[in-house]
């Protein structure tokens, strides 16, 4: 089992940014690779950004590549989405999720609100 608790979130003008913290617990991380995704009101969750949290390899939505950048803390079990020059369309609630490609397990996050205003 693994626990997530995102934090965060929160209203910021368009052009500002925002950095987004997800704290894990639980069984062994190293296995896991930790994801970002998103929804906006009315359409499908979406992937935001992906990291593996043993080798630190990382991955983007076209959407946010040059914007975003996600990190991780080994020493504090934090995985953190640093979101800059935002846009109203990044307007979403915001999970973090921990997958693992070994047993197919994956667990979220309760979610944190994030709007940008125009």
């Known amino acids: 089992q693994v626990q997530l608790v995102e934090s965060g979130g929160g209203s910021v003008q368009a052009g500002g940014s925002l950095r987004l913290s997800c704290a894990a617990s639980?069984?062994?991380?190293?296995?896991?690779?930790m994801r970002w995704f998103r929804r906006a009101p009315g359409k499908e969750r979406e992937f935001v950004a992906a990291i593996t949290w043993s080798v630190g390899s990382t991955n983007y939505a076209d959407s946010v590549k040059g914007r975003f950048t996600i990190s991780r803390d080994n020493a504090k079990n934090t995985v953190s989405l640093q979101m800059n020059s935002l846009k109203p369309e990044d307007t979403a609630v915001y999970y973090c999720?921990?997958?693992?490609?070994?047993?197919?397990?994956?667990?979220w996050g309760q979610g944190t609100q994030v709007t940008v205003s125009s």
């Open positions: 639980g069984r062994t991380l190293t296995r896991y690779t």
């Open positions: 999720n921990a997958y693992s490609p070994i047993d197919y397990s994956r667990y």
